[in-house]
């Protein structure tokens, strides 16, 4: 352990309360949703400008790399240069163009040039150069340019996994002891029924702990689970055989579902088998300190059952249950039955919102509207049911349209329902969940289209887990691609994927082991209280948060540069479950084509 790790893991318990892995506790949907209102902060003064890690403007770009066919910028920030040049790895200038006029951004106040090398399409490892700068970081151009990114990704689940080992072979120098067998876990007063009375034991292992802390939570499993479902259902093809050296490796069943299904095992534990309700989360009462998981031992309670988790376990199984109809009719069916009893559990409690209990401190993930739960609910069984009553529910509960995240899951339903649905609907519906996708595209288009920094995000975006909501917004841009080819959906897409791969005013790849200058000291408890000076590799920090409400020391105010890379800041260097599944989508989509 580095006596910098050292002194964060001493001071760790003076933070408990503050680094409990907020912005889990309202509903704050995206601008873009038609359905309710944005709730969102930002801040416009500058206290430095924070360019780089090292000091100094740097050119800023994809430091993974760029597919050969796909839009291709780089940012550079104003100076006297007009021109950039492209230098091979033997040193050969092979592409050279103009910059850009200068142009403003505003959620960063930074005046730049844009480097458009676009129609440079040969395969191969480059530096860019511009007169006045140092060069680049290399960058890569490949068809298969972002595999192992998509790989480290998704295996950050399985080093997130609870109730086992992570042994050696499989987790290299991460590798580490059992913790939370949640095999004795409580019945909270909070979730007591007379079936189950207060302090009634039962098991409820596996799963994935949901951020940098080691609790469990159904409503954020929700999203993340069903969005990498989402990428199996639409890109079977590329996990058919493609493996990331887990356990489960090489028993004919696809890495993906091996690792849902870790989850998934957890998920029907948290239902009750009396009457369908599902609890909101399983934790401690408490956070943990900087522990590893062996150590955390508190005692962990499920607590109240609501009507978002219960619905968002209902659309999660539902879905679940079709991925495994062809490949295990037993859990295909039992998936299913679980779903339909949640929902009406739901439908017989439609508006239990979850609020924290007293002596219960840990996230929350609260919401009191429910209308994008029933309607994302509603979608999913309809598709695997075929029962056209769904579909009508799914239409009463007036479906928006927008960018989807935790709290607002009514766009995965019209992402469902154009993949599935165009023979099984009346065109006019099918036509509506097009639009949905087609007209939130459009938008995030056009943001893209005029950005100086070419990225699709506003100043408003710049809020808790602002990582996510970019590739939340790169997925509903790559279904308007699938849905109608145009490629200017996927390049939108692609000004995502560079953002957050170092192309933004911080000049860090936001995934932690990936790039030339990841996140090292992420706010998750494992990676800083073990002996291993990297953190977990594959994860995706929240980024910059304008809220800043960890009160860590942040060198600007400004929107797109709130972000800084200690395990203080749990408002934007956290990770989660719910950011990592977006980037392993739209990675895998990018990939497989």
Known sequence: MTISKLALFLVAGLCLAACSGGGRNSKSPDDLNTSSSSSSSSSSSSSSSNSSSSGGALIKLNQVGYLPDGQKFAVIPASAA????????????VFSAALSAAATWSPAGDSVQLADFSSFSAGGQ?????????????????????????????????????????????????????????????????????????????????????????????????????????????????????????????????????????????????????????????????????????????????????????????????TASRVFAAID???????VNAAISAWEWAKANPAIAYFNPTGVVTGEYGDGDFNDEFAWAAAELFITTGDANYYTEFQNFNPGSGVPGWQYVAPLG????????????????????VNALINTADTLESRYRTSAYRVSMNTSDFVWGSNSGALNQAMILMQAY????????????????????????????????????PPLHIHHRQSQADSVVAPVPGFLVGGPNSGQQDGCNYSSNLAAKSYVDDWCSYASNEVTINWNAPLVYVLAALSAQ
Not at 135 to 151: G, L, M
Not at 249 to 274: R, T
Not at 329 to 335: D, H, L, Q, R
């Open 82 to 93: 007009d021109s950039f040049t492209l230098i091979d790895s033997d040193g050969n200038e």
């Open 126 to 318: 480059y530096r860019m150069r511009v007169v006045g700068m140092a060069d680049s970081q290399p960058f890569e151009i490949s068809a298969q340019v972002y595999s192992a990114a998509h790989d480290a990704a998704i295996k950050a689940y399985y080093f997130n996994r609870a109730s086992t080992a992570l042994e050696a072979s499989y987790a290299g120098d991460w590798a580490r002891s059992a913790g939370h067998p949640d095999s004795s876990v409580k019945v909270h007063s909070s979730a007591a029924t007379s079936s189950r009375p207060e302090g009634t034991v039962i098991s409820a292992p596996k799963g994935w702990y949901d951020a940098g802390d080691y609790n469990k939570y159904i409503v954020n499993s929700g999203i993340s689970t069903y969005t990498l479902l989402a990428a199996y259902e639409h890109f079977a093809d590329f996990y058919a055989s493609r493996t990331w050296n887990i356990p489960e490796s090489g028993n004919g069943l696809p890495d993906l579902l091996d690792e849902v299904l870790w989850n998934l095992d957890w998920m029907l534990e948290m239902q009750d088998p009396n009457d369908g309700g599902v609890y909101h989360k399983l934790t401690t009462l408490n956070f943990s300190g900087a522990v590893m998981p062996a150590q955390a031992t508190a005692q962990r309670y499920v607590v109240a059952k609501g009507t978002a988790a219960a619905l968002d376990f209902a659309a999660v199984m539902a």
């Open 329 to 335: 009719t037993g859990k295909s069916s039992a998936y």
């Open 414 to 433: 019209h992402i469902s329902l154009a993949f599935h649905s165009s023979s099984t609907l009346a065109s006019s519906d099918y036509q509506a969940s």
């Open 482 to 517: 699938r849905l109608s080819d145009a490629l200017k959906y996927r390049d939108a897409a692609l000004g995502l994927v560079d953002y957050v791969l170092g192309k933004n005013p911080t000049d860090y790849s936001y995934v932690t082991g990936v790039g030339a200058n």
